[in-house]
């Protein structure tokens, strides 16, 4: 292995690393997810050629960032992993190929399907149908407790409903804000001289992680459930829609887009079609996640080192892009404003227009 490849790889991890802190620290990422992803690619496939450089602190081997230190830490029971990725129909296919392959079989794979929402993943743990702990993700080990926030949350419960409960459930789900509320947010903000939020998820993630619960119950966040970690003293369903349907009958809210699917095929239909919709749902998304839906193939086909094999986030294409500005012209008007417009590398030579005071 060339000096060189080695300096890629530490720069990679260098970069990716001080994204991370940026997104999940500081709540103020610096780069498009799809910048994001392009580094992470990248570092992965350089891993892979060359597996002597595969170390256990390379952000390919880990999930998130570290938790807080004005929060207490939480270790998870069970790891919060995160997802690998598919950005075109022929890595769902590639993914759908992968896991008959593992299994053995030529059946067709059953999944569930589910927008992916843009905001912070969290854990709240259930004893006995009554709310005892929350935290973030964290690093995937380890994240913040964060359990007197997450009870100001309008539709989270404190005490679940029905009788059939475990005596300890755990529910993951995502912590976000819809794009009215976000709007009235801002607009109060705004109103008050107060700092405005860039986008839905800076303002759940600002909003979750304060110190004073009061400003979090102030603040229009909601929760959807998307699945379980640790779970005793009762057998939930052996299918993951189902086990979200039980969860939804206790009281705990689960995105109406959830859906399940026959085979790869539908998966890829309901991709397209959430997609053709995105502009008319009332929160950001930022493509759709697809699970094999049968609980006892997932214990099958388990996980790797920072997500589990039979799970993928099939990502929308980019929304928001890095571009180079290579020069800026200025101009006049009679009116003494000055025009100004940026030209930039980006393939259709987009030109953004600004007015400036003279």
């Not at 992965?44 to 952000?59: G, I, N, R, T």
């Not at 759940?204 to 959807?224: C, E, H, N, V």
């Not at 349907?245 to 705990?252: A, W």
């Not at 006892?296 to 929304?319: D, E, S, Y």
Request: charged share 25%; glycine share 6%; net charge negative.
């Amino acid at each position: 292995m060339s000096d060189n490849v080695l300096e890629q790889i530490q720069s990679l991890r260098a970069q990716l690393e001080e994204y991370n802190y940026q997104y999940y620290v500081l709540d103020n990422p610096t780069v498009p997810d799809a910048e994001y992803d392009r580094a992470m690619q990248s570092l992965l496939k350089l891993e892979m050629a060359h597996p002597e450089c595969v170390s256990a602190d390379s952000p390919s081997q880990k999930v998130g960032g570290e938790a807080l230190a004005k929060f207490d830490q939480v270790t998870h029971r069970i790891p919060m992993l995160s997802l690998d990725n598919a950005f075109e129909d022929h890595d769902l296919v590639a993914f759908n190929r992968r896991i008959k392959e593992r299994l053995g079989t030529a059946e067709p794979i059953g999944y569930c399907c589910e927008p992916k929402l843009d905001g912070l993943a969290v854990s709240i743990v259930y004893e006995n149908g009554v709310l005892v702990q929350a935290a973030t993700r964290g690093d995937g080990q380890v994240g913040e407790n964060i359990t007197e926030n997450v009870k100001t949350i309008r539709n989270i419960p404190l005490k679940l409903r029905g009788e059939d409960i475990p005596k300890l459930i755990e529910v993951r789900g995502e912590v976000f804000m819809d794009l009215e509320g976000f709007k009235r947010l801002n607009e109060k903000n705004e109103a008050k001289g107060d700092k405005t939020f860039a986008n839905p998820r800076n303002a759940a993630a600002g909003s979750l992680r304060q110190l004073d619960p009061k400003i979090t119950a102030s603040r229009p966040l909601r929760f959807y459930a998307y699945s379980t970690g640790q779970v005793e003293g009762l057998a939930l369903p052996n299918e993951h829609f189902a086990q979200l349907m039980r969860l939804k009958s206790y009281g705990l809210p689960v995105c109406p887009e959830t859906k399940c699917v026959v085979d790869v095929a539908q998966a890829l239909e309901y991709y397209q079609d959430i997609g053709q919709r995105r502009a008319q749902l009332a929160y950001e998304i930022d493509g759709v996640v697809i699970k094999v839906n049968d609980k006892t193939l997932q214990n099958q086909l388990g996980f790797v080192a920072r997500a589990p094999r039979w799970a993928i986030a099939f990502k929308f294409p980019a929304q928001e892009e890095l571009t180079t500005l290579l020069d800026v012209e200025f101009q006049v008007g009679r009116t003494g404003a000055m025009g100004v417009t940026p030209n930039s590398n980006v393939s259709n030579r987009t030109q953004l227009e600004f007015q400036m005071a003279a």
